[in-house]
């Protein structure tokens, strides 16, 4: 396997401070990689940058395949909250060391590639925007723009303007914020069912952006919005920047749990 090497940029150095900051963190950080294919391509563990030095964490799933920390122990260690995703040959991961008094119960990060969302030529028979974002959603297409400059090395096609590169980005975060809000409900899950038989349905679709950087939970048919009052998440805020031509995208979950 190919060694895997850090990105380490401006962006994502600032998005690690917007993600984590005045929620009591311990620790926390976001790593990026180059050189893999998937998570899948690794062993059960990932190495993060800890104050300490960098300490290799096992990692297990769960049933809906979300990864989290285990200690020597072989249980799960509730103090260390994470989330992977990969784009391509890139992978994140988002993590935190919490104490008992932070409100932070959940955290989820996404990679979307913001290719996926330009124009194409000839033009798609059905805008994807119309089946994949709610119409308030749309509206804030105009608000999630991406730092100066951040998508030049992106390769926009030659037919297209700078201000369908940044639509696309938007379209890009939208959608990964979707994936991150879902991920970051993951911890908060396992809690619940350690002492309720109830099943909690939701689904990606089920989340609705409603401000530029919040993700409120709340669903086109409410599964999002009931499960997440179940769980005691009270909000789940989002924040984003560009890396290597995709949007990286961070949820924190904030409720009344504690570790």
């Keep these: 396997m190919r060694k895997l090497t850090p990105v380490r940029t401006d962006g994502i150095a600032a998005l690690e401070r917007r993600t984590f900051e005045g929620l009591g963190c311990v620790e926390q950080g976001i790593v990026v990689l180059h050189g893999a294919s ?9 190495e993060l940058p800890t104050d300490a030095g960098p300490c290799t964490v096992p990692l297990s799933h769960d049933e809906r395949e979300a990864p989290y920390a285990v200690g020597p122990d072989g249980k799960e260690r509730r ?53 994949l974002f709610t119409e308030r959603e749309r509206e804030l297409i105009g608000q999630l723009s991406p730092e100066p400059d951040a998508l030049a090395q992106t390769g926009t096609d030659a037919d297209e303007t700078a201000a369908d590169d940044a639509e696309a980005y938007a379209k890009a975060v939208l959608f ?13 899950l396992r809690r619940w069912y350690e002492h309720h038989d109830e099943r909690l349905r939701y689904e990606v679709r089920h989340f609705v952006m409603e ?37 990286l995208v961070t949820a924190v979950a904030l409720g009344t749990q504690s570790v």
């Design 79 to 131: 103090d260390l909250l994470l989330s992977l995703t990969d784009e391509g040959d890139y992978l994140c991961c988002a993590w935190a060391r919490v104490s008992a008094e932070s409100p932070l119960v959940g955290v989820g990060v996404d990679l979307c590639g913001v290719a996926h969302f330009r124009k194409r030529t000839p033009p798609a028979k059905r805008d994807l925007s119309l089946l």
């Design 211 to 247: 401000e530029p950087t919040t993700e409120r939970g709340t669903g086109r048919n409410g599964a999002a919005q009931a499960a997440m009052d179940a769980m005691g998440i009270t909000r789940i805020a989002v924040q984003h920047t560009c890396v290597e031509g995709m949007a």
């Design 38 to 46: 998937s998570w899948d391509s690794r062993t059960g563990s990932i």
């Design 176 to 188: 990964g914020a979707k994936e991150a809000a879902f991920k970051a409900t993951s911890a908060p």
